[in-house]
């Protein structure tokens, strides 16, 4: 099956660290399915560029400035006979999940024993309190700002 679409370019990636106008010393050459590298013999920089990166053929469309690719998936098997590791259907990416790397660190181990926290003692003791009056009687040690707001 041959599988084909439009991508950025990725001639970027097989650029040399040379300074040169040349096209041929540009970049890096003998492209193949099993070299990465642009095919210099089928390529005008003025129209379109061919290379292979991994085994995918890229061809650059430099005149409307489009990337198209092209490879021959194997093991796919056939949308009739499909292959059960291969996913016949567009694959969606969550946005909000972008930058997830990996799964949460979950300590699991934290406990508190609330004898021995007296922090909360305070507000434990208003859950006897049953409106908004008893509030404003109710000292227990700290003040309450009642506004009304009525």
Do not use: C, W
Request: glycine share 8%; proline share 5%; hydrophobic share 30%.
């Amino acid at each position: 099956m041959i599988v084909t679409g439009e991508t950025k370019s990725r001639l970027s990636e097989l650029k040399k660290y040379r300074i040169t106008t040349v096209f041929t010393e540009k970049y890096r050459g003998d492209g193949s399915i099993d070299n990465d590298g642009v095919v210099f013999h089928i390529s005008n920089p003025e129209i379109e560029i061919t290379y292979y990166i991994g085994g995918i053929k890229y061809v650059d469309d430099v005149i409307n400035n489009t990337t198209y690719f092209e490879f021959t998936a194997e093991g796919t098997g056939t949308p009739e006979n499909p292959n059960p590791n291969f996913i016949y259907g567009p694959i969606y990416k969550d946005p909000k999940k972008e930058n997830i790397i990996s799964r949460p660190k979950i300590q699991d181990g934290v406990f508190i024993v609330r004898q021995e926290l007296s922090a909360f003692e305070k507000n434990y003791k208003l859950q006897h309190v049953n409106n908004l009056v008893e509030l404003t009687t109710y000292l227990g040690g700290n003040y309450f700002n009642i506004v009304n707001n009525t």
